[in-house]
DNA sequence: CAGATTTTGTACGAACCGGTTAATTTTTGT
DNA sequence: ACAAAAATTAACCGGTTCGTACAAAATCTG
């Protein structure tokens, strides 16, 4: 029967040290790793153009460079594939966000790094953008079952803790604000940027959704949150220095 | 053969004063106009909850008062039905942000106003904003093919305008803004609000996301809104008189 | 080498699902 | 009143699609 292998995750503690690895150059016939890692990305692919009941399990068979049964001898189920699909896609955004090093820099050049790596990063995976939506469409429900995610965004929130306090230390910041506010604002114009462009761009056809215009709409994105988290005042300073309002 | 009958708008010149029409009271068994929209209706909720291809032809057919048939009498085949509720969508809200009477209020205050219009209407009308995440997941294809949004949506932009060149005037709102830029920040706000609920809901559990929160997060929505486009000077005067950050 | 794991391939079944054929009832034009 | 057109009903069909059963082989691990 089509049992589940166990726990992937426990099951893989030769830590790339006794086994004979992938790195070891030795081309292996049975690479499980690399099969399991094919059927994701072939269904991250997949799920994001077409959502969960778009996609066709025969589909993402073919497109493997294994075989459908692979894919129930692996994941289980359709449902299963797409878990561990959002799973990865979350892992692998976190990650990059992560790897940012925001804290020696001076508060408001720090926001707006943040600002720039999430618009930017957003822009170009968009299949991450594109799954987070299905998702919604779902209402979290498979997000729900995932341990895994919660725990990992604690860690943006906490960033951006650290970059604001500062900000306030500083008086550039204004005080009273919650880092999730400020999370919440910029994930929701870097997201709407991606999210609603094919309908945007077919009601407005704005020249900012297009590839050479994102450039802007970024600085103007930076320009929204700076001025919605920045003391009036440095608002009125950074204008005359023009470090705000590049975008006219 | 499933025909779809000759063009619904203009096949109804009997202007409710000839034929017998339900407000004559008279109950008639054929009531095309009746079956039409309860068809619709029935279509928005399922397309709305589980998308295009998740949404089940026999499902809208067993909710709706009539049967299967008389959906593809009417709309010819699911994409037809997907275009047209869709298409009614959109047309409902439109009509709603045209009503409102901005002219004669102060450039500020009717800013406000359309923000706090789109965020509560966006809050209250959900299936409304699935069914646009939906389009985009589709790339804005149907709506591609539908004439009739597009200059719907150009009145947005003119309402804007207007609104935005007499807060200039007035020397409260910055100059060098387009009119698309505030609506674009407008829509990303209220859309995101409701679009990505669920899954940044499941992630963080932030109380605005809730019922009883809504207010506060709207508050703050007019606030980002009205940052961006005031007069620095205006700003800070504003903060004063305690019209902004009443979200502490 | 033995046992477990990974892989292949096919064929199938059973439910599902979008769409149709055909016949019936009501309305409407004259 | 009557024929044509429009609206409506019910049973039906063929293709799709998820998932499995079965049979077997190749490869890795201890």
Redesign the interface.
């Known amino acids: 029967m089509g049992k589940i292998p166990a726990n992937r995750e426990q099951a893989k503690p030769s830590v790339e040290g006794k086994g004979p690895a992938k790195a070891g150059g030795r081309p292996r016939k049975y690479d499980p790793e690399a099969t399991r890692a094919n059927i994701l990305a072939v269904a991250m692919e997949e799920f994001a153009e ?5 996609a066709r399990i025969d589909e993402i068979a073919a497109k493997t460079r294994t075989s459908k049964r692979m894919i129930y001898y692996y994941f289980g189920d359709k449902q299963g594939l797409y878990r561990h699909v959002l799973e990865a896609a979350y892992q692998r955004v976190r990650l990059g966000e992560e790897a940012l090093e925001l804290d020696h820099l001076p508060p408001a050049e720090a926001l707006r790094r943040l600002v720039e790596f999430t618009f930017t990063h957003h822009s170009k995976t968009p299949e991450f953008i ?1 799954l ?9 429900a498979y ?2 079952e995932s341990e895994v ?2 725990t990992l ?1 604690a860690g943006v ?1 906490a960033h951006i803790g650290r970059v604001y306090a500062a900000g306030c230390e500083a008086g550039v910041f204004r005080a ?1 604000l919650e880092p ?2 400020i999370h ?2 910029i ?3 870097a ?3 991606v ?10 056809d ?1 020249d900012r959704l297009q590839e050479d215009g994102q450039g802007a709409l970024m600085a ?1 994105v930076v ?2 949150v700076l ?2 988290v920045l003391e ?2 440095a ?2 300073a950074s ?1 005359d220095e023009a470090h705000l ?1 590049e975008t ?1």
Chains 1, 2 share one sequence.
């Open positions: 077409n959502g969960l009941s778009g594109r987070v939506m299905i998702e919604n469409i779902h209402h979290g997000l729900r995610i919660r965004n929130i009273g999730i506010e919440w604002l994930s929701a114009l997201f709407f940027n999210s609603n462009r094919a309908t945007f761009a077919q009601i407005f704005w103007q320009d929204i001025r919605f009036p005042s608002v009125q204008c309002s006219v």
